[in-house]
């Protein structure tokens, strides 16, 4: 089995596309005008409008309803977080600004347009590092 994407849902699309660009650096790929993919190295992150989610399930879902978290493994969480903080200013909503876990990440946790919270997070110890090096694919 593979992991092929995780789907954020909302009910604006070119504005969370947006965001998750400029949180991954990636290229959007505009397969509809309601469904967009961000490829990252590691992993695939589609964006699609609530309307669009019936076709499949037979219900509308609300954008960030289910208490999910969407986390980032980041070479500089603080890095980004300064630059997301540059671009959205006072409506960029942050839940926990930069913080030293005790696991060993530094992580900041923000939420996006819609409300879905989401994790950006650096591995800082020796220990961090390796656990994160467990959840490599290979």
Known sequence: MRLASVRVI??????AVAFYEVLTGATPNYLTEDFAELVTPSATLAVSDASRVPLIAGDTPTPAANGSIVEFWVDDAEALFETLKSTYGDELDVVQPPTMMPWGNLSVLIRDPDGVLVNLYTPVTADARRLQQNRTPR
Request: no cysteine.
């Open 10 to 15: 909302t009910r604006n699309v070119p504005r």
